[in-house]
């Protein structure tokens, strides 16, 4: 079976005459139901980044950007609001900027949603931009360019990833993956980074296998990945909690972990879900190949390494709650960790897979550099 990702739709949008209409998958709802809940303001786009019933480093930036165009397009209110601004193009930018901070606030770690609003804010910076309907134009028709090139980014990073792997891997049956976290098409705009590597290995029938951690403590392995290699018939799935990855590898073989990125720093640190590190620990220990997939907009060049990455701690009661422990009880409940760049065979991003140099060390600025 053909294996496009377009069944597993994260969120949809259309803009005519003036009138932007947004919806998002509640991934809280997943895998149980498939309900599309409908952003009409920036405050709806702010809480579904924060509660994640949106998720993903890509999708939260796709969600911000497309919030900020619902709110000043069709959010009565805010159309009111700018209405009423007499001050010039300077001072419609200065409220638009106001709704971009906002934004940042829902959630620290993944870069994407900063990056997306550093870029936003140069399109309307842009000196073509003369009056209020200017601003707002080129607002909506970028945020539609960066959902179309998320997808077709994820799609190059699938394709250079697979390469890659194929090249590594010779079986004739194809590579042994494992994964963690949801990095689909549920992550994404459509697609998917690493579990996009998977699909694309899929396609060309050379998917041995694929096993996702469950992803502790809130289970966007078990729910959403689980969910996708299913709708997709992916081949040889398996299902392991967190604890089980070294044995799994043992029992039964790997050849490739690939795992998403929330931020991956100039010397190659990278943040992503909980658990991550210690897998890449497995992974180096047990001899199988460490690969991180992540977009340029996953890139923080402006990071020299990754203890400088706020990590995002949610509240206890998620972990309480899904665990069984007696409510009270303390915990610490960290969304992200860091795997340092030296666990890592290679970063695939849709330029190509970067590499270490002689010195043993990822250039990420070098690779942006060549590549921008
Ligand atoms: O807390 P989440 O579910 O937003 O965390 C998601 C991850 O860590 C993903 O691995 C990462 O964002 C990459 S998604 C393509």
Redesign the pocket.
């Known amino acids: 079976m053909s294996n496009n990702g377009d069944n597993l739709r994260s969120l949809t949008f259309s803009y005519e005459n003036g009138t932007a209409k947004f919806t998002v998958l509640d991934q809280l709802a997943l895998p149980h139901e498939t309900t599309y809940v409908a952003i009409l303001k920036i405050e709806d786009a702010w809480d579904a980044i924060r509660s994640?019933r949106i998720?993903?480093?890509?999708l939260?930036a796709i969600v911000a950007v497309l919030g900020l165009a619902v709110e000043l397009t069709s959010n009565a209110q805010t159309v009111k609001e700018l209405d009423g601004l007499t001050g010039g193009v300077e001072e419609v930018k200065t409220f638009v900027f106001q709704k971009m901070d906002y934004l940042k606030t829902s959630?620290p770690t993944?870069v994407n949603l900063f990056n997306a609003m550093e870029e936003l804010k140069g399109i309307v910076d842009n000196a073509d931009n003369t009056s209020r309907e200017d601003v707002v134009n080129s607002i909506v028709t970028h945020a539609q360019y960066m959902l179309e090139r998320d997808v077709s980014d994820n799609k190059a990073i699938g394709s250079h990833g697979a390469d890659d792997l194929l090249a590594r891997h010779t079986h004739p049956d194809g590579v042994r993956v494992v994964t963690?976290?949801?990095?689909g098409s549920l992550?994404?705009a459509g697609w998917?980074?690493?579990l996009g590597v998977a699909r694309e290995l899929q396609n060309r029938n050379k998917l041995r296998s694929i096993a996702a951690l469950e992803t502790r403590p809130?289970n966007?392995g078990s729910r959403l990945t689980a969910y996708e290699i299913m709708t997709e018939n992916m081949p040889n799935p398996c299902l392991i909690c967190d604890s089980m990855a070294a044995s799994y590898i043992r029992a039964k073989g790997a050849d490739a972990c690939v795992?998403?990125?929330?931020r991956v720093c100039a010397n190659g640190d990278t943040a992503?879900?909980i658990g991550t590190f210690q897998l890449s620990i497995i992974a180096k220990e047990m001899g199988v190949d460490f690969f991180v997939a992540s977009p340029f907009t996953?890139l923080d060049v402006d990071l020299e390494s990754g203890d400088m990455i706020e990590i995002e701690e949610r509240p206890p009661g998620e972990m309480l709650d899904s665990s069984g422990a007696p409510k009270g009880m303390s915990c610490w409940n960290p969304?992200?960790d860091v795997t340092p760049a030296d666990y890592i065979t290679g970063i695939i991003t849709e330029k190509g897979v970067l590499r270490k140099g002689a010195d043993g060390k990822f250039d990420v600025k070098g690779f942006v550099a060549k590549h921008s």
Not at 55 to 58: I, L, S, V
Not at 180 to 183: A, E, F, V
Not at 259 to 262: M, W
Request: with cysteine; net charge positive.
């Open positions: 994640m998720r993903g480093a890509p939260i959630r993944a963690i976290c949801n990095t992550a994404t998917g980074t690493a809130y966007q795992v998403g990125a929330d992503n879900k996953t969304a992200f």
